[in-house]
């Protein structure tokens, strides 16, 4: 059987009871280690686990996913991914590889971003769609985000954005000429995010998210040292939160009285911050 168990989404102990007790009996063990990453590295996860760990790249997973599955019809094999199994479609493609095989599946839940992110106080129904924020480059600036996020302002929906991660990519030199060199790890980061933001709306400009834009940044949710700072994406734009993995919630027009007084602890500016808050959000429900 292949088991797809979720990790949680920051260390070694936030594995599940039932995830665990696979993870140990199954004749081998991978890691997917692209789509996102734990706050600790695999060595402390084997010895946690108190066994070896194949650490699965994007090629592996996406170009070679028969060795993952090999023998998976005759012995148990566990594919670890951070937060839940389903979080990225790649998964959904493994599992229907082990269909076309005939490889029964299993999946162990856990905690995502998707559900976590209400720690930072915004009441999870009231979120629309979820949108990736990618690496801009001088020739590659996706616009379909930001109409995602216009269609989530029109009915005053919050917006999570996930921020992209750079793990064993090539640059296109090396890519064309067939080099297995690659670049160092990059984790966007809350600033980059806000930044890029704005860029678009300078393109758009059709109010999506300008400077003035309520957000709360968060940083390592999960962890002990989980951190949400809110403010626009002006302010954010500056903000430092230290080490990855980082998000972004555009706040919704219908913001619930409620969860502004949730994010208050979090506001950069408390005072411009309430001007925004009665100029832009407040009674818009």
């Known amino acids: 059987m292949l088991y797809l168990v979720g990790l949680g989404l920051a260390d070694e ?11 140990k009996y199954a004749s081998r063990v991978y890691l997917e ?23 699965a790249d994007r090629e592996m997973v996406e170009s070679a996913s028969d060795d993952i599955l090999s023998g998976a019809d005759t012995a148990d094999v566990a594919f670890l991914v951070v937060g839940d199994p389903f979080g990225a479609t790649t998964h959904t493609d493994l599992v229907l590889r082990a269909r076309e095989l005939k490889i029964p599946t299993r999946t162990i839940p856990n905690a995502s971003i998707m559900s976590a992110i209400g720690a930072a ?11 990736s924020m ?3 480059t001088d020739t590659w600036k996706p616009a379909s985000i930001y109409d995602r996020i216009q269609e989530n302002r029109q009915m005053g929906l919050h917006t999570l954005v996930l921020l992209d991660i750079k793990v064993k990519e090539q640059s296109l030199e090396d890519l064309a000429r067939g080099r297995k060199i690659y670049q160092p790890p990059r984790f966007m980061t809350v600033a980059e995010c806000a930044r890029q933001m704005m860029e678009l709306e300078e393109e758009h400009g059709q109010g999506a998210c300008g400077p003035d834009a309520l957000a709360v940044g968060a940083a390592r949710v999960g962890a002990r040292d989980q951190q949400f700072v809110c403010g626009t ?5 500056g903000a430092d939160l230290g080490p990855p993995l980082h998000s972004l919630v555009l706040l919704g027009r219908r913001t619930h009285d409620l969860e502004k007084e949730y994010i208050r602890d979090f506001v950069i500016d408390v005072k ?14």
């Open 233 to 237: 994406l002006q302010q954010l734009a």
């Open 134 to 136: 990618v690496f801009f």
């Open 13 to 23: 102990t936030d594995i599940t009871v039932k995830g665990l007790e696979i993870v």
């Open 272 to 285: 411009q911050f309430e001007e925004i808050w009665v100029r832009d959000y407040q009674s818009k429900i």
């Open 121 to 131: 106080g915004l009441q999870l129904y009231s979120f629309g769609q979820t949108v």
């Open 33 to 55: 280690a692209y789509t996102s990453i734990l706050l600790v590295d695999k060595e402390k996860l084997e010895s946690y686990y108190g066994r070896p760990v194949i650490v």
